[in-house]
């Protein structure tokens, strides 16, 4: 199947369209994929849908090339975090140019990425690949990382084991080779309550939920003064830090419930679950005893809120050393902030971060990628479709 240059679609206008759809993660992203799967049918790929439970959220493989051969995974996630009570200059869903920035929620995080790999699709539809590539849109990775596990999870099904993976976080093209596991959960201390003037005769679940934060911020300082090292990250060991609380109602109610979410994220020597379950060990072990020996309806109860595998893919290894080459690069990098890359890493497809953007406009008002961000991205692309041709 042939396109003429001419008639190619162009990133920046998909751009727009994927910036349109309003898929902020507690939303559905069903119009997103139905515009994606019937624009991927009409320039030659095969598509397959992978709803969730609900039936409001779906992910896409979509893939060109021989279906019998292993080949490469081309990841981005369709959820954006939310734009409420940010001071955007414009509306945030609608793709907005000025020179040579094209702002819009998500464009660095990352429908830019998502923006190229689909102008692109004629092109490695015309290729006549030897090597299948795929691309893998999931949902909700900015909640835990949750829609590709069922992507993956399907994926045994649909062809053989992939070479490797690329997912197109913002990085600026830069080469990442890893990024921290995170673990994070709710520790809810329920107390008794009874009148601040009777004080003794309560369990003050703020106060024990204090102890605990301060168990947490004693690890995080223990971790960050004689923890493992890795200087490829700005923040070069594990972290520790509790969130949010909640609890208490009135200044004369000794308060019966707190909870606190704290996280985990850890550099690859370390164990963000590990970690994670010590500290909510230390609150089983020692703390509930302490609330239950003055009412034995006392203790704590832990909710996992969040729990992805950190990435730690080898320099040496094929996917490394083409993805520099693909990206006319020689060093790489490592980032603090979690990515779907280590899910496919530990389904045994060895994988890279790189992608166009910049992780500093994420999540912020006015976030845009350039023009040339999205130009040297297909430049990348166009590179290893050519490594993929037959």
Known sequence: MGTDAAQAPDAAQILATLVAFDTVSDRSNLAL???????ARRHGASVTRVPDASGEKAGLWISLGPADRPGYVLSGHSDVVPADGQPWSSDPF??????????????????????????????????????????????????????????????????????????GEPTGMEVVLGHKGKSAARVTFTGRACHSSLAPDGVNAVEYAARFIEHVRLMAESLARDGARDGLYDVPHTTA??????????LNIVPDTCSVDFEVRAIGADDAGALAEGAVAHAEAVLAPLMRAIDPACGI??????????????????????????????????VSYGTEAGLFDAAGIPSVVIGPGSIARAHRADEYVTRDELDACAGFLRRLIGECRG
């Open 33 to 39: 994929i139905d515009w994606i799967e019937d624009f």
């Open 94 to 167: 609608r793709l907005r140019e000025e020179a040579g920035r094209l702002y819009g929620r998500g464009t660095s995080d990352m429908k830019g990425f998502l923006a190229v790999c689909l102008a692109l699709l004629p092109e490695m539809a015309a290729a006549d690949l030897a090597v299948p590539l795929h691309l893998a849109i999931s949902y909700d990775e900015e909640v835990g990382c949750l829609g590709v596990r069922p992507l993956i999870a399907r994926m045994a099904e649909l062809f053989p084991t992939p070479l490797g993976c690329f997912v």
């Open 241 to 250: 830090l509790s969130s949010v609380v909640r609890g208490g109602s009135a």
């Open 301 to 334: 109860t832990v909710e996992p809120l969040i729990d992805y595998p950190g990435l730690e893919t080898d320099p040496e290894a094929t996917i490394a050393t083409l993805a520099k080459r693909l990206a006319g690069r020689n060093a790489h990098a490592k």
